[in-house]
């Protein structure tokens, strides 16, 4: 299962103006942030993280309602924390 998943945006990811550090439940993360060039990204944003990449800005608000409900889907939300921890994290 892939799932877009909310992460808090850390910073920039040093040396990449494309790429950001990015907390998905406290797994840190690369991603890469060149489709939402133009828009204001600040450490404390949360973006909509699929496959490596932000797709969108959303809300705190938004972030956390998303994580509650992939958290409610129990194994197949920890599946996904588990293939994100593993992969290439900073």
């Given amino acids: 299962m892939c799932l877009g998943i909310p992460g808090e945006l850390v910073g920039p990811a040093g040396g990449h103006d494309d790429l950001a550090v990015v907390e998905v439940s406290g797994v840190r993360r690369r ?12 450490p404390g ?3 909509l993280v699929h496959v490596g990449f932000a797709l ?3 809300s ?7 994580l509650a409900y992939l958290e409610g889907l ?3 939300y920890e599946d996904e924390i588990d ?3 593993a992969s290439d994290i900073t």
């Fill in 83 to 85: 293939a994100l921890r």
């Fill in 56 to 58: 969108s800005k959303i």
């Fill in 31 to 42: 991603v890469n942030i060149g489709l939402l060039e133009g828009q204001e990204l600040n």
């Fill in 74 to 76: 129990g194994q197949p």
């Fill in 60 to 66: 705190e608000d938004e972030a956390q309602a998303v």
């Fill in 45 to 47: 944003d949360w973006v």
